[in-house]
Every structure is written in structure tokens, then in C-alpha cells.
């Protein structure tokens, strides 16, 4: 039993996570239902899925950081989400990717990385129209790559492009595929809940072995533990709990280790490294990513440092060679969220790292090989040699190894193949070598027959680098420019900054010529980037320069135009002509060869020479962005950002809560409570309902609780927004019951309700009060109908059709004259009720079935709706209420199970969300200008909470700069939770904070005059206090700055002095001083002596 207690070295491997400025930031990413990875990696570049769609894949160097544009360089080359991606292990450069357009497809990234957007592979595979769900490449066959589709497994030849195995005996969908190190097994994981070993080249049927797996048809992942007899799996088991199961081929249908996780919706993506045998657990939506390490005997599985940070949108390993070896970093993780790509290493703490610790890097998998599709298919079997990560025995020493970027598919429908074709590494499109190669088919230089693939690569790649100079030179002659490299285009943007800081300056005091005043708007934005180090100058500039309006949403952040004059040049007619912007019509080569305006702009600046040039659209575009409030432009600083949420003290809670019902439907939000008392249900039969007084905190005494008893299972319960003894429960027979609740609360239990209202003949999902009409009840039912009550006469006055699912919500705009409803069918419809039973807008609301919630925003204008998304991941949106075919932005948090509930205050334009089961609460404000929602200070809970109510502003304590005011149910206690605003001066009114509010705790009309359309506004009030200063008032404003007097330009202005002076008294009350000295206390001595 010695082995137990011997210890690993990478044991202790803790995770280190880089500074932001490190890390890829700014970045555009959404939630993709795939079962994919979402991002992958090799030592020069990572790939990763680009916007909400995923149609697009976004390929940066490796060691890339900071903030990257909107406008970056893309592959664009499907129709529809990309559901997977891989690099070769062999060539650093070869990215296959995977969509559901039913289309794999070869790229070819340049060495420099992608300069303009690609939208052209070089080979393309075709599944016949069907999704493609997972790909990848052999890990010693030189250019073969696997895909698999529904249940089809198939092989392509990459170099000779063309499918050479394809097999449908899956019965569902294949989840995952991995293959064994040596490639000879393929092991793929199932819909149908089984997990096969999987031989292509296998006489008979491909299936060699089947064992049945996790018994939930959820996704499911399978990697093979390196070169061993073993795999492991992840997925979920019947259950839904978490699950990762080792088995061993030998024994196949017994697993070897079963290790049982948590309850969480995300799949967990494994990562394993066959060198260290380091396991990575990532879950899609989890925050956390789970080291583990895997040994040869039980326990099998032992449990690492875990690393806790960013929701999770994918993760992939970087291969051996990139890793920083001489810092003791084993493994690197690239942490994929939704703006940022995190990169985790995993280093050993050891004393130093000034020497290469050889003990913790065994000899890894190369990255050349002999073996080729063809010979593979025929039986051959080679391993890949191994090479040494120790920098003394490299060729470049502690340098990282040169990056393999070829071959560039390449296939010939004759039987002269040019080499050079097949092995130069290809040079980026719209560059002046791929245009002046084009139409030549064979190379002059043609190395001997017997030359291995590799060295062709090193040789080709001499050449290229030899014949650059003489391509810069020839620039000029036929028009066309070579594309920049990353440097040359930072070098020349500085430059440009200098040049268009000294116009700014020299054209500052004169209004210019025409040409002058077209260039001014983008040489003042450029010269904000690096020359000005101070926001607030540069924000003076920005306003002077501004206008205070908002400009509707683009229809894309940056247009992408076609530049047809980087492939044929312009004539100079065309250059200097008056129709210049026209473009030819002929002549353009067939590549799609998409620039950003920006560069263009730049282009058509320098061969105009300011010429008569016309404003493009895009010089427009930046001028209208001129406009842009400068709230846009540097981001707008909320009054509320740093609001504080604060628990009351332990004397104001009840405590000792007993059988808290967990039965409560989801369209209920399980608490509710006003100024006076809170009402809580109950388990048990009888559907019963606790009210407690709010004026009677502490204890509660052991024994029954007295409680409403209704009879029948509770659906829903609010109470009166304007009379606080009343309160309306639905239950689940169709009948709503009215309670009174008398002074002084409840003593015992009482069955015996002040009025029953039967609304439907079905279940009740949920009642809502009319929130400025009293007596006015809306009720929704399982008969997919709302009916609208006057609750005096108890009588149906109207009801609202055209739902076709189950109504999750319902919210009543702030005017009260219109409703919104939110449904499982993915619908949000507005209402007038008053006008018609039919909606009278419609639009997409939330993907997902779980639930959904909403409310209106901004006096009406906006709607705000929470949900799921179609992986489970709950999302807020803000929709306009003019508008709804499309939400204006959303907010994704995280993967849970708990329907996220809104409270919006009006006054300070604050959301609050939370759910069931949370110990956080969201807070977010609701803008008119994008992004529409922007986060403020979250408030973290010490405990998970059951429900939360918020009372009116009327109850906030504003003498305290609170802001709202909310009772928080958890398991055992009702708590008051006050959300107040830090504040210098708060002994005066912050009128700033508290505008005159909406009296909504009283009844602006009645019923009859409700429904008689007799409407009104609600009347408003200030919320000051009697004898308290607003703030407003006692801030002094300056006078307007005057010219300045030169010849009493030493002299302080009268404003200055009293400002001192106000400061002095603020200082010295609150110190103290004295004016005694130190040596005032000295013992001191005579004259006489001082003269001695």
C-alpha cells in the first residue's frame, strides 16, 4: 500500500491566472448549442467561434492580448453556426471547421495570422445535408480527418480531398469521437446511451466493441486516456447528476471508476493531457474548472487545486510545445467566456526555475510524421516520434519552436502535380504573390522525388523569404499594394497620429479648406488613442466637438465593403476622375476579399490626394459618430453603480420559519409582503399560507403557525397594492379566494375567506392587481386565457386570447392602459385590453421552455424579459415595446435552473433579478442608449434566499440614502434588506437621487372608471423630509469664468478664498489640533551659558 501515499509530482500544479491587459478582451461571444469545444488551439494560433450566431471564427496568434475590434479579421465561410473546429497536430497553420450547414471545411491560416477576412477555403467536404457535429484530425496519419454526422462516421484524404470511409451504423447521433495516441481505435459516444471502439479499416463491421454508458441522452463526451487500454467519459446519469465513468477495453462493459459530481445543466468538456496525465473538467456555464489527476489504481481519479473564476463558454489545451517550460508550466488551459479568452497555466511550484526541470516534462508526440491518409487506410501502423521540451537540446534553444504552417491542400485533376503547390506555405490572400501566381501551373524549381514532405516545407519557405524583397519593390509597378504586417500597420497608424495631430493643431483656429475639414473628424478620433494621457482633456476636446443627441443603431458596428482595387488596379481616369467612388464592374477577381472601411478609407485618401473625393459611406458613418453623446463614447458612470445592499439588523428578522412549501409552481414567486405584514407558504395538504407582522419581529414560537387554510393546492397569492389587509390567493380548482386580514394579525388558523371568485374552470398560473385601478384582478389559466375582474361586482369584464402555450407572466405597463405577457411558445405579446382581446404587437421573446418573467422600463418605452436560452443559460433582454422582433441587447449570467425574478424601480431606473435558490442578487440599469443594460454592484447574500419582495418608495428611509427597500425569505428567516447609495453629505436631501416619485400605494381610479376608460395619471410626490436641505441648494454653483485680468493675474478670485477657507473649517473640525510645539516643553538653559 506504498504506492498510496507516494506523491505526484504535479500534485501541487496551481493555477495562475493573468492580469486582464493579458488576456483576449472585448471579444464577441454567444451560447451555442453544439457539441463542440467553441475553441481549439495550436502553437501559433487560436481559433474560437465570433458573435451570437457562431457562423463566423475568429483566429488570433497565440500569445495575443488586449482589446480586440468589432472589425477584426474573420473567416467567414458558413451559412450557419459552427458546431466544431480543430487544428492539425502536424501543421500549426491547418484549421478544419465543422458547421450545421452541413459542410466541413480546410483553411489555411497565413504565418502572420489572418490580415483580411477569409471567406474562401482551400477544400471543402460535404455531408449531404446533415449537420456536422463533431471533426478532427488523425493523431499520426499525416492529412486525414474524421467528421461525424447524425450517426455517420466518416474519413477524408486531406491532400487528395476526397472521402475515403464512411459508415451509418450509429443509431443516433454520435455526441463525441476520440482516438487512441497510436491511431489505430476510434471511440465515439452516443445519443443512445451506449459507447463503442470504433475500427474503420476493420474486416466486416467498424464496431469492434459496445458497453452501455451514461443512462441520459444529454451530451455526452468521450477522450482516450493517451496510448493505455482505458477511456473516459463524461456525461450525466438518470438523474441529471454529473458523471465521469473510466473503463478499460479489456473488460469493457464493467466501468473501472464511476465518480458521481454535482447537478448542474452544463456538460463537462474533458481535457487530458497523456504526458502528465493531468484530467481538466470544464463545464459550459460553470465557473469553476476542476484539476484531476489520473492514476493506474484506485482511486483512480485524485482531486487537484480547482480553479474558480469567469462563466465558461469552452476551453481547450495548447500543445506541450507552446508551453513556457523554464517557469514550470505543464499545461495551459484557454478559458473561453463571453468576452474574453482567459489563458490558465498550471505550473509547479518548485524553489527555482532558472534550470529546465526535466523530471516534470517526458519526451511528448512530435510534430512531423512519414505516415500519410493512404498508407494508414492500407494498414500501416507508425508512431509519431517523440521529441525533448528541454531547451538545450533544441535547435533554437529557449526559443519557441518555429511554427509548422503547411501544406496547403492542393489537388490536380491531371497527373502533373507541381510540388511546389502541394508543400509552399501559401501567402495570405489579396497579397501581391497570390495574385501575380495566378494561372501559372507549374514551378520551375521542382525538388528531387526523393525529398520528404518536411524538408520541401523548410526549403519553400527559404524561397519566400528570399523573393520578399523583390515583391516590395515591385509594389508599385502594376498598382497593387502587399498586405501589411501587424507591425507595419501599427507603425504606420503611429505615424498617422503624429501627422493628424499636427492638422488638428494647425486647423484648429482656421476653418480650412474642404478636403481639411473631411479629414479633420477622423484625425481628432485617431489622436485620442496616444497622445493625449489624460481622459478628462480628451473628453473636453470630444464635447466641444459633439452634440448632444442619440443616433439610431447601425445596422453593423463596421460594414465590410469588397476592394476590388487591391486585386486589379485602378486606371487613372478612375483614380482622378470626378466619379471616382465608382467602382468597375468587370474585371474582379472571383475571391471575396472582404477589408475594413477604415483601411479603405485610407486607400482611397492617398490615390485621391483629397481630390474631388466624395464622402463614402463610411466617412459619413464616422461623422454621424461624431455626434454620438459623449455618454457613448467613454462610457456612461451611473449615480447607482456603487449601491449597497445591507441586511437589517438580527432584532428586525423573524425567526425560527417551519415547513416553508417547496411545491410552489414556477410562475409564482413563493413570497410576498407589504409595509405592515408577509405572507409565506406552508407544506403540507390544505394549501395553507402564514401571515406574519412585520411589527412583531424575533422568534417564533415552537408549536402550529397560524395560517390561512384554503382547501385546495396554492398556485398563486398577491396582496392588495392599496389596502394591506387584503389578500388574493389562486389555487389550483380554478377559484380565487379574498382574505382579510384583521388588525393585529392572525391568532389562529381560519378557513373562512371574506369572498371566493370562481375565474376558470382550469388551474390558475398566476393573478396579477391592476396597479392604479383598485378592485381590478387579472387572472391567467391552464386554458390559455386571461380574464379581467372588478372584483366589487364580482364579475368577468374582459379576457385576453391568442396565446397557444403556457403563460409564464404577465406585467402591466406604468400608465396601466397596456400588458405585456411572456409564453412558453417563445412569444411576447402586448395587450390593450380595454380595446381588444387579440395582442397588438407581437415578437420573439426567450428560446428557452424553463420559464420567463417581465416587466416594462423607462415610463413604458422598454421591456424587459428573463429567461433561458436553448442551452439552459438564463439571459435578461430589453426589448423596445415599439419593436419586438428583436431584443435591443442581452445580458447572459449563468447556467441555473431558478427562473430569474425582475423588480424594477422606476425613479432610479434600477433592475434587481434574482432566483429561487440564489444567494446573489443582480442589479442592473436600464438605459435608453446601448448597451441598454449596464451592471452595477451586485449584492452578495450570506445564505440562498426563497423568494424577495420589494415594498414602495414610500417605506424607503431616504434620510439614509436608501433607495429601495426589500423582506428576503430565506429557509428559516425573514430579513430586511435596505439598498442605499454612498454619500459624502448625507444629512441633506439627494434630490439627485429622489425625484418625485408615482404614488402607486394608493388608488390613482377606481374600477368603473377603469373600464370605463376613464384614465388618469398618477399623481406624484416628493419623498423630503420636513426640515431636511436638499442638496441641490446648498451646492454652490461658480460663477461664469471670466476673461482673465493679466495685470491681477497673481491674485486669488473671491470664489477660491471662501473654497479654502470652507475646507480649512471642514479639516479642522474634524481633527485635533494644539498649538503648543514640541520644545515648548524643553527644559531650556541660561545666556550665561550659551556665552561660556
Given at each position: ?22 488576456c483576449?478582451?472585448?471579444?464577441s ?9 467553441n475553441?481549439a488551439a ?13 457562423s ?8 495575443d ?38 459542410l ?31 471533426i ?16 455517420c462516421?466518416?474519413l ?34 452516443c ?18 466493441m ?13 477522450v ?82 480547482r ?15 507552446a508551453?513556457?517550460v ?5 499545461n ?10 482567459i ?11 532558472r534550470?529546465?526541470?526535466?523530471d ?16 494508414w ?6 508512431a509519431v ?6 531547451p538545450?537540446?533544441r535547435?533554437h ?25 502541394v ?5 495570405a ?7 501575380s ?9 521542382v ?14 519557405i ?13 509594389g508599385?509597378?502594376?498598382g ?12 504606420s ?8 495631430d ?8 482656421s ?8 479629414d ?10 496616444a497622445?493625449?494621457?489624460?481622459i ?16 439610431d ?13 487591391k ?11 470626378g ?9 474582379i477577381?472571383?475571391k ?37 453623446r ?12 456603487h ?5 437589517g ?24 409582503a ?5 405572507a ?27 395560517s ?11 396582496w ?51 396597479p ?27 379576457a ?5 402555450d403556457?403563460?409564464?407572466?404577465f406585467?402591466?405597463?406604468?400608465c396601466?392602459?397596456l ?7 417563445g ?6 385590453p ?26 413604458g418605452?422598454y ?32 447556467v ?8 424594477y ?34 449584492h ?19 434620510a439614509s ?92 478670485s473671491e ?38
Amino acid at each position: 500500500m506504498a504506492w498510496r501515499f507516494k506523491a505526484s509530482k504535479y500534485k501541487n500544479a496551481a493555477p495562475i491566472v493573468p492580469k486582464a491587459e493579458a488576456c483576449v478582451r472585448e471579444i464577441s461571444v454567444g451560447s451555442y448549442q453544439t457539441y463542440g469545444n467553441n475553441i481549439a488551439a495550436s502553437a501559433a494560433f487560436m481559433a474560437f467561434n465570433w458573435e451570437h450566431s457562431g457562423s463566423s471564427v475568429a483566429v488570433l496568434p497565440l500569445d495575443d492580448c488586449g482589446r480586440k475590434s468589432k472589425t477584426m479579421p474573420l473567416l467567414h465561410g458558413h451559412t450557419d453556426t459552427v458546431t466544431d473546429l480543430k487544428f492539425s497536430p502536424f501543421h500549426d497553420g491547418l484549421l478544419a471547421t465543422a458547421s450545421q450547414d452541413c459542410l466541413v471545411k480546410i483553411w489555411h491560416i497565413p504565418e502572420k495570422g489572418l490580415e483580411q477576412s477569409l471567406s474562401d477555403p482551400e477544400a471543402v467536404f460535404s455531408h449531404k445535408q446533415r449537420r456536422v457535429e463533431t471533426i478532427g484530425f488523425h493523431p499520426t496519419a499525416d492529412g486525414l480527418l474524421y467528421s461525424t454526422a447524425a450517426g455517420c462516421v466518416a474519413l477524408f484524404d486531406v491532400a487528395a480531398q476526397k472521402e475515403i470511409f464512411s459508415n451509418n451504423e450509429h443509431p443516433e447521433v454520435i455526441q463525441s469521437a476520440s482516438w487512441r495516441e497510436d491511431g489505430t481505435v476510434l471511440a465515439t459516444s452516443c445519443k443512445d446511451k451506449c459507447v463503442r471502439i470504433f475500427d474503420p479499416r476493420a474486416a466486416g463491421s467498424p464496431i469492434q466493441m459496445l458497453a452501455e454508458s451514461h443512462q441520459s441522452i444529454t451530451d455526452s463526451r468521450v477522450v482516450w486516456l493517451g496510448n493505455q487500454t482505458r477511456i473516459l467519459t463524461t456525461g450525466f446519469d438518470a438523474a441529471r447528476l454529473r458523471q465521469v465513468i473510466i473503463r478499460d477495453i479489456r473488460n469493457f462493459n464493467v466501468p473501472v471508476k464511476t465518480l458521481e459530481l454535482d447537478c448542474s445543466t452544463g456538460i463537462l468538456m474533458p481535457l487530458f493531457d497523456a504526458d502528465t496525465n493531468m484530467l481538466f473538467l470544464a463545464g459550459k456555464g460553470d465557473t469553476t474548472i476542476n484539476y484531476l489527476e489520473i492514476t493506474d489504481k484506485d482511486p483512480y481519479l485524485i482531486e487537484g487545486l480547482r480553479h474558480t473564476g469567469e462563466q465558461t463558454k469552452g476551453a481547450c489545451l495548447v500543445p506541450k510545445r507552446a508551453l513556457k517550460v523554464m517557469e514550470a508550466e505543464v499545461n495551459r488551459v484557454l478559458q473561453l467566456t463571453s468576452n474574453m479568452v482567459i489563458p490558465i497555466m498550471y505550473q509547479v511550484p518548485r524553489k527555482t526555475y532558472r534550470d529546465f526541470h526535466a523530471d516534470l516534462y517526458p519526451e511528448t508526440a512530435g510534430y512531423r510524421t512519414d505516415l500519410v491518409a493512404s498508407e494508414w487506410l492500407n494498414g500501416t501502423n507508425q508512431a509519431v516520434p517523440k521529441m525533448s521540451l528541454d531547451p538545450a537540446k533544441r535547435e533554437h534553444g529557449d526559443e519557441p519552436i518555429v511554427p509548422r504552417l503547411g501544406p496547403k491542400p492542393f489537388s490536380s485533376n491531371t497527373g502533373d502535380v507541381s510540388f511546389d503547390k502541394v508543400f509552399a506555405v501559401p501567402v495570405a490572400p489579396g497579397s501581391h504573390e497570390n495574385i501575380s501566381n495566378v494561372g501559372q501551373e507549374n514551378c520551375s524549381d521542382v525538388p528531387a522525388p526523393g525529398a520528404k514532405p518536411d524538408l520541401i516545407v523548410e526549403i519553400e519557405i527559404q524561397k519566400s523569404h528570399e523573393r520578399e524583397p523583390n515583391v516590395a519593390g515591385n509594389g508599385n509597378g502594376n498598382g497593387v499594394q502587399k498586405s501589411l504586417t501587424t507591425s507595419e500597420r501599427r507603425k504606420s497608424s503611429a505615424d498617422d497620429d503624429e501627422s493628424s495631430d499636427k492638422i488638428f493643431e494647425q486647423n484648429s483656429e482656421s476653418s480650412g479648406n474642404s478636403t481639411e475639414g473631411e479629414d479633420r473628424t477622423d484625425a481628432d478620433l485617431r489622436r485620442f488613442s496616444a497622445v493625449r494621457s489624460s481622459i478628462a482633456e480628451r473628453r473636453r476636446v470630444y464635447e466641444s466637438r459633439s452634440k448632444s443627441q442619440v443616433d439610431d443603431k447601425a445596422q453593423s458596428p463596421v460594414p465590410l465593403r469588397r476592394e476590388s482595387s487591391k486585386v486589379e488596379p485602378l486606371k487613372p481616369s478612375q483614380q482622378l476622375g470626378g466619379n471616382s467612388n465608382v467602382m468597375p464592374a468587370s474585371g474582379i477577381d472571383s475571391k471575396r476579399i472582404s477589408v475594413p472601411e477604415g483601411k479603405l478609407m485610407e486607400e482611397h485618401r492617398q490615390r485621391g490626394n483629397g481630390a474631388g473625393l466624395k464622402k463614402s459611406a463610411t466617412e459619413a458613418a464616422f461623422s454621424a459618430a461624431s455626434t454620438k453623446r459623449t455618454s457613448t463614447v467613454f462610457g456612461k458612470v451611473s449615480k447607482f453603480r456603487h449601491l449597497k445592499g445591507t441586511p437589517g439588523h438580527k432584532s428586525t428578522h423573524i425567526e425560527n420559519l417551519r415547513n416553508l412549501s417547496r411545491q410552489i409552481p414556477g410562475e409564482c414567486n413563493g413570497f410576498h409582503a407589504n409595509h405592515e405584514r408577509v405572507a409565506v407558504p406552508l407544506s403540507g395538504p390544505g394549501g395553507k399560507i402564514a401571515i406574519f407582522e412585520l411589527s412583531r419581529p424575533g422568534r417564533l414560537p415552537d408549536g402550529v403557525i397560524p395560517s390561512l387554510v384554503n382547501g385546495s393546492n396554492i398556485m398563486d397569492f398577491q396582496w392588495d397594492p392599496f389596502d394591506a389587509q387584503r389578500l388574493a390567493v389562486a389555487c389550483d380548482d380554478g377559484i380565487v379566494k379574498l382574505w382579510r386580514i384583521e388588525e393585529g394579525g392572525l391568532s389562529e388558523p381560519t378557513n373562512t375567506p371574506q369572498g371566493e371568485l370562481t375565474a376558470h374552470l382550469d388551474k390558475i398560473y398566476f393573478i396579477r392587481f391592476h396597479p392604479l385601478a383598485a378592485d381590478v384582478l387579472l387572472t391567467a389559466s391552464y386554458d390559455m386565457t386571461i380574464k379581467l375582474w372588478d372584483l366589487r361586482t364580482m364579475t368577468e369584464k374582459c379576457a385576453l386570447t391568442g396565446h397557444t402555450d403556457q403563460i409564464f407572466d404577465f406585467a402591466w405597463s406604468p400608465c396601466g392602459k397596456l400588458g405585456a405577457s411572456v409564453c412558453k411558445d417563445g412569444k411576447i405579446r402586448v395587450y390593450n385590453p380595454r380595446q381588444s382581446e387579440t395582442p397588438v404587437r407581437e415578437g420573439n421573446g426567450p428560446v428557452g421552455t424553463r420559464g420567463a418573467r417581465i416587466t416594462w422600463a423607462l415610463e413604458g418605452h422598454y421591456i424587459v424579459c428573463t429567461g433561458f436560452d436553448k442551452v439552459s443559460e438564463r439571459q435578461i433582454s430589453v426589448y423596445n415595446a415599439q419593436k419586438l422582433t428583436a431584443p435591443l441587447n442581452t445580458a447572459s449570467l449563468d447556467v441555473s435552473p431558478s427562473i430569474l425574478i425582475p423588480y424594477y424601480d422606476e425613479d432610479s431606473s434600477t433592475l434587481f433579478v434574482t432566483g429561487k435558490g440564489d444567494s446573489t442578487i443582480y442589479c442592473y440599469e436600464i438605459t435608453d442608449e446601448e448597451p441598454y443594460i449596464c451592471p452595477l454592484s451586485h449584492h452578495r447574500c450570506s445564505s440562498l434566499h426563497q423568494g424577495l419582495s420589494f415594498l414602495t418608495k414610500n417605506h424607503c428611509d431616504v434620510a439614509s440614502v436608501e433607495f429601495s427597500k426589500a423582506y428576503r425569505l430565506t429557509n428559516t428567516t425573514i430579513e430586511p434588506l435596505s439598498f442605499t447609495v454612498p454619500r459624502i453629505k448625507s444629512e441633506l436631501f439627494q434630490d439627485d437621487l429622489f425625484p418625485p416619485t408615482r404614488i402607486t400605494w394608493s388608488a390613482t381610479l377606481s374600477a368603473e372608471d377603469w373600464f370605463a376608460c376613464n384614465d388618469k395619471i398618477a399623481a406624484k410626490v416628493s419623498l423630503k423630509p420636513e426640515g431636511m436641505d436638499t442638496l441641490s441648494s446648498k451646492q454652490q454653483v461658480p460663477a461664469l469664468a471670466k476673461k482673465p485680468d493679466h495685470s491681477n493675474f497673481g491674485s486669488k478670485s473671491e470664489y477660491e478664498s471662501n473654497k479654502q477657507q470652507e475646507i480649512q473649517k471642514s479639516v479642522s473640525a474634524r481633527m485635533e489640533y494644539t498649538t503648543k510645539l514640541e520644545q515648548d516643553e524643553m527644559e531650556g538653559v541660561d545666556e550665561n551659558e550659551w556665552q561660556e
